[in-house]
């Protein structure tokens, strides 16, 4: 025998199956467009396979290769407005159109570019590398020596035979062969599919079922469906020998799920790599942009329609004083030779001037869009992520799992949700039940004290929780329980009546006994024997499962081995006194499904009596009763509606003993269903099971506990203190669903109940229009993913309120800087009668948004807190403030406002102090040069400064930027103006030898710069005093502590 005692069951001629998807097999389909594969079990290397040349199983989820990199990474840059407009500038600025030279505006770009650019090198690089070690994992395969031989995934091809043993995942989509069950059955998880946690069932051909270890003489061919996303259907035929067999998804495992409850499998590959469902499904990740940026391009927009705006206001005005150049015989400004010009300043032509006027300032104005905007939210987003996923607070030790933050482009969307949209089971709760309460023959037993009980009381009593957990123990010592006995996963349940075999003296002993003996045998589950210890452990197909058979198993009921046909217990005989050792021969297996909503097993005692043992909902049992069988069925369902109250999921136990004649007639009935290969084989099957569970005699109900998840209710209640609504779906009855929803406090005491009944057929609808593909494929495109609910709580209270208010508060600072330095451009060109001549070098310009301000403004997306965590988790109000406030077009307008104003402040204080007088000792005026490199000063000064004015939390990251940028303005302009006149043009020497020496250069800079800060300043002190908002009322009252 196996060492666990799995060979030899055989599962296949006890399951219906019919709980996976119903199978309609149309073999007219193979060799049809859509179903062309072909596939040489073991064979692959036969010439008719080589001619298929299918893909080989190395997987790459990579975006670009070395072969396509630039050139589709330059078309996901050039797919954003700004920086085609940047691009077309570059091109032009090669043209006379230019206002300056081009390798100042070329630069620029590629820098952006090139630095986005190695940011999705960077991100690629990662992806590669986890191609690296999933291709790299290793399998074992069957080979020409006719041994199995560890190869890599990669290596695999398509008619590969290999072997995936307990706990490893499936290296491709494979056919199953056999397993470690002499039937061919095996436990299959796809967590990682659709997110379920419950195991599904596969089962292989029966013609395949004995092959084991020696394959030397196995050779198949399968005709099937070609690659394609759909996880719950397969199409195909097994063609082996001289008969075929028809395939189904029952046979199909799928690359992603693991092997689970099964020792080994044997498998063939059919489909390898990107062929497989998996990647099917995840090839083309639909591409998504968080609501800040959908808005920013809106904000770009209506700059470049202001850009457009003040070139056309430019562009008329340049006409007209263009075309009165000359009057009649006299030239007006006669030093600039206008008869003697180049169309761009043609009097003759002035409607052609000033159009080309309007082109060169689509240029000039430029700096108005913010060229470095995209690339330095890039960075700051895929930093915030990283933060993210280090956050010790969010990481979950029990299955050693961190948030992981699989995308940066919605990071500041965390901080705008509104809705929650939620699951209760496994998502709020633990989904470990935990067995606590029964009711048998009518009597209830089980002392525990559940979550949702001590909620209820709380508001029964309108009590803190505190005087309500003294209620309880109080409570619990007068039922004599204690808690002294061992802790058992699974088993919270405690009555000194029925516990340690006192049963035995219990009026209803011999329906406790039958009660017990249903846990014990009416289920699918697989015992599992340390080796040390001897502990007997189970390996179930869901939790609620695992819960009945250990509580069966503590009662005095231990199921302690699987065979081929027979359930092997050790229970407490009555008469002896001792435990004995009992068998019970497995007929049939009706399992559980959601339509059926109850499962029955078949068996033989030692004493040949035929036994159907039945668990299932209230809601499908009661009906099913027998006149006989009712005599506790008012106690039962008065104790179900209270444990439902309690919140403790319910099943209800029955039985039935057959009559021999029935039984046979019935058993061929249900094989004739179960052979079908008609389209509604499904519905025979669950009819003929529906023949025999009936007139059954009820012995009580089953109460588990799936307990809330360790910080749910305080994370619930928190976000909706924060303004987020949250829906939970669950399929409990109403009464049970009302009070886990006061449990986690989802439900308050002040909210209006809305009740909205659906009948029977309405339900029915709804469970069958349930869509798995859909299901899966959101679980496969999650964005991100948290341990535990409770997570939650600081990923959006936290992370999504600083993230949401970093990235708002970065786009609004660049548009305040770029108008700021825009502006003065349009205002110099007021000065020089719309000649297009910028107040700037053109390499200063250039220089503006890449290195004088851009460092700042990334450490203000990455660092700044407005508020601490802590205090953004006790005052979690403050979240609303962010959806309110931040991202409104009121703030974005304002800060453009800003920036208006601190140009018009900037040009007209510096133009009305430095133009009309003396600027150097020996009594010369500000040239061109000297004026703009004053003017540049002042600009690069008042946005550093506003910068460190808006800033919340200072580290030495954010002084070493502010002011690092303003030092490197002035070593810039030394280098650079020690350079030829040729290169330097206006920034020869100018700081060194005019403007460092004159005392107007400094006086002007600091008071045009505080000049230009005080609206600012004003206004945020007013709104402080008089108007302020919910953060600022946090910091006052914590000061004032």
């Known amino acids: 025998m196996w060492a666990d005692g799995r060979r030899g069951i055989h599962f296949s001629e006890l399951y219906m199956f019919s709980y996976l998807q119903s199978f309609q097999f149309d073999d007219s389909l193979i060799g049809q467009e859509g179903y062309s594969r072909v596939v040489y079990c073991n064979d692959p290397d036969n010439p008719e396979a080589l001619q298929l040349k299918y893909r080989g199983n190395y997987v790459s989820t990579t975006k670009y290769t070395a072969l396509n990199f630039i050139p589709k990474s330059l078309f996901e840059q050039f797919r954003r407005v700004a920086n085609i407009y940047f691009l077309v500038v570059a091109c032009f600025s090669f043209s006379p159109l230019a206002p300056y030279r081009a390798g100042s505006i070329v630069l620029p770009l590629v820098v952006v570019i090139g630095a986005t650019m190695v940011k999705e090198a960077v991100e690629d690089?990662?992806?590669?590398?986890?191609?690296?070690?999933?291709?790299?994992?290793?399998?074992?395969?069957?080979?020409?020596?006719?041994t199995f031989q560890e190869t890599r995934w990669k290596n695999l091809r398509v008619g590969d035979l290999v072997r995936v043993e307990k706990d490893e995942f499936f290296p491709a989509d494979l056919l199953l062969l056999s397993s470690s069950y002499d039937d061919g059955i095996c436990y299959v998880e796809t967590m990682n599919l659709d997110g379920e946690t419950n195991l599904k069932v596969k089962r292989c051909l029966e013609a395949t079922a004995a092959?084991?270890?020696?394959?030397?003489?196995?050779?198949?061919?399968?005709?099937?469906?070609?690659?394609?996303?759909?996880?719950?259907?397969?199409?195909?035929?097994?063609?082996?020998?001289?008969?075929?067999?028809?395939?189904?998804?029952?046979?199909?495992?799928?690359?992603g799920s693991k092997l689970r409850n099964t020792d080994f499998i044997y498998g063939v590959v059919i489909f390898c790599d990107h062929d497989t469902k998996v990647m099917q499904n995840t090839i083309n990740p639909p591409s998504k942009r968080s609501k800040v940026e959908k808005k920013m391009d809106k904000i770009v927009y209506f700059l470049f329609s202001v850009l457009v705006l003040i070139s056309s206001i430019g562009s008329v005005l340049f006409g007209v004083r263009t075309k009165n150049?000359?009057?009649?015989?006299?030239y007006k400004r006669w030093y600039l030779r206008p008869d003697s010009t180049t169309v761009f300043f043609d009097p003759r032509r002035d409607s052609l001037a000033a159009f080309c006027h309007f082109l060169t300032g689509l240029m000039l104005y430029g700096y108005l869009i913010p060229i470095s905007l995209y690339v330095s939210i890039e960075v700051v987003k895929v930093l915030q992520t990283i933060f993210i996923n280090q956050d010790k607070d969010m990481y979950y030790a029990v299955t050693n799992?961190?948030?992981?933050?699989?995308?940066?482009?919605?990071?500041?969307?965390?901080?705008?949700?509104?809705?929650?949209?939620?699951?209760?089971?496994?998502?709020?709760?633990?989904?470990?039940?935990?067995?606590?309460?029964?009711?048998?023959?009518?009597?209830?037993?089980?002392?525990?004290?559940?979550?949702?009980?001590?909620?209820?009381?709380?508001?029964?009593?309108?009590?803190?929780?505190?005087?309500?957990?003294?209620?309880?123990?109080?409570?619990?010592?007068?039922?004599?329980?204690?808690?002294?006995?061992?802790?058992?996963?699974?088993?919270?349940?405690?009555?000194?009546?029925?516990?340690?075999?006192?049963?035995?003296?219990?009026?209803?002993?011999?329906?406790?006994?039958?009660?017990?003996?249903?846990?014990?045998?009416?289920?699918?589950?697989?015992?599992?024997?340390?080796?040390?210890?001897?502990?007997?452990?189970?390996?179930?197909?869901?939790?609620?499962?695992?819960?009945?058979?250990?509580?069966?198993?503590?009662?005095?009921?231990?199921?302690?081995?699987?065979?081929?046909?027979?359930?092997?217990?050790?229970?407490?005989?009555?008469?002896?006194?001792?435990?004995?050792?009992?068998?019970?021969?497995?007929?049939?297996?009706?399992?559980?499904?959601?339509?059926?909503?109850?499962?029955?097993?078949?068996?033989?005692?030692?004493?040949?009596?035929?036994?159907?043992?039945?668990?299932?909902?209230?809601?499908?049992?009661?009906e099913r009763l027998s006149k006989a069988g009712q005599i506790f069925e008012v106690e039962t369902k008065d104790h179900i509606d209270r444990y439902s109250a309690a919140g403790l999921r319910t099943m209800v136990i029955a039985y039935r003993l057959l009559d021999e004649q029935d039984y046979a007639i019935w058993r061929e009935d249900f094989f004739k269903a179960k052979t079908s290969v008609s389209a509604d084989r499904d519905t025979l099957v669950d009819a003929a099971a529906d023949k025999i569970e009936r007139e059954l005699i009820l012995l009580g109900a089953t109460a588990v506990e799936d307990k809330l998840q360790m910080g749910v209710p305080e994370c619930v209640e928190k976000l909706s203190q924060a303004g987020v609504k949250i829906w939970v779906l669950t399929g409990d009855k109403m009464e049970t669903a009302v009070n886990i929803g006061y449990a986690c406090r989802l439900l308050r005491e002040e909210m209006c109940q809305i009740v909205i009944t659906l009948d029977g057929p309405d339900m029915i609808a709804l469970e069958k229009q349930g869509d798995k593909e859909a299901i899966a494929k959101a679980v496969m495109a999650s964005d991100f993913a948290i341990g535990q609910f409770c997570f939650l709580e600081h990923l959006l209270l936290v992370h999504g309120h600083w993230s949401y208010r970093r990235i708002t508060m970065m786009i609004c600072y660049f548009f305040y800087k770029d108008i700021t330095f825009g502006l003065t451009l349009f205002w110099f060109e007021t000065y020089a009668s719309f000649s297009s001549q910028p107040a700037y070098n053109d390499w200063c310009m250039s220089f503006y948004n890449v290195f004088f301000t851009s460092l700042p403004v990334i450490a203000l997306g990455i660092f700044d807190q407005d508020v601490s965590a802590s205090l953004c988790l006790e005052y979690p109000q403050i979240y609303q403030e962010g959806l309110q406030f931040f991202f409104s077009w009121a703030r974005i307008l304002a800060w453009m406002f800003n920036g208006v104003t601190s140009s018009a402040i900037i040009f007209f204080f510096i133009t009305s102090s430095v133009i009309h007088q003396a600027f150097r000792r020996d009594g010369q005026v500000a040239g061109y040069d000297v004026l703009g490199v004053t003017l540049y000063t002042c600009v690069v000064w008042t946005v550093n400064c506003q910068m460190a004015l808006v800033i919340n939390y200072f580290t030495w990251i954010q002084h070493f930027f502010i002011w690092g940028s303003i030092i490197f303005w002035y070593i810039f302009l030394v280098i650079y103006g020690f350079l030829p006149p040729t290169l330097s043009t206006t920034a020869y020497r100018v700081l060194v030898e005019a403007c460092a020496s004159s005392p107007l250069y400094w006086l002007a800079t600091f008071f045009v710069v505080v000049s230009a800060l005080i609206p600012y300043f004003l206004c945020k002190a007013l709104q402080i005093q008089f108007f302020p908002m919910y953060h600022s009322k946090i910091h006052r009252a914590h000061l004032k502590r």
């Open 125 to 146: 690089w990662r992806r590669r590398k986890q191609d690296i070690e999933a291709n790299n994992r290793t399998v074992k395969v069957y080979g020409k020596d006719h």
């Open 211 to 255: 092959l084991h270890d020696d394959f030397s003489k196995f050779k198949a061919i399968v005709k099937c469906e070609d690659p394609n996303e759909h996880l719950y259907s397969f199409i195909g035929n097994f063609y082996f020998g001289d008969r075929h067999y028809p395939l189904s998804p029952h046979q199909i495992l799928l690359r």
């Open 325 to 330: 150049d000359i009057s009649g015989e006299r």
């Open 401 to 622: 799992k961190p948030v992981r933050a699989r995308t940066s482009n919605l990071n500041e969307d965390l901080g705008q949700v509104d809705t929650i949209l939620s699951d209760k089971t496994g998502t709020l709760t633990c989904n470990s039940m935990q067995f606590v309460k029964c009711s048998i023959a009518g009597t209830a037993y089980g002392r525990g004290i559940t979550e949702v009980e001590k909620t209820i009381k709380i508001r029964e009593k309108n009590g803190s929780p505190e005087s309500v957990e003294a209620y309880f123990d109080i409570e619990e010592r007068s039922g004599n329980v204690t808690d002294s006995i061992k802790s058992i996963k699974g088993f919270n349940f405690r009555d000194e009546r029925i516990m340690e075999g006192k049963w035995i003296n219990e009026p209803c002993a011999v329906v406790i006994q039958n009660f017990f003996r249903v846990l014990a045998i009416c289920h699918t589950a697989i015992p599992d024997e340390d080796k040390d210890s001897h502990e007997i452990s189970y390996e179930a197909e869901s939790p609620d499962e695992a819960a009945f058979v250990i509580a069966a198993r503590e009662l005095g009921f231990e199921f302690y081995e699987r065979r081929q046909t027979s359930i092997l217990l050790r229970e407490l005989d009555p008469k002896a006194g001792k435990k004995v050792h009992r068998e019970y021969k497995l007929l049939h297996i009706l399992e559980f499904s959601s339509s059926r909503k109850r499962m029955s097993v078949i068996v033989r005692n030692e004493e040949n009596q035929l036994l159907l043992l039945c668990k299932g909902a209230d809601s499908v049992m009661f």
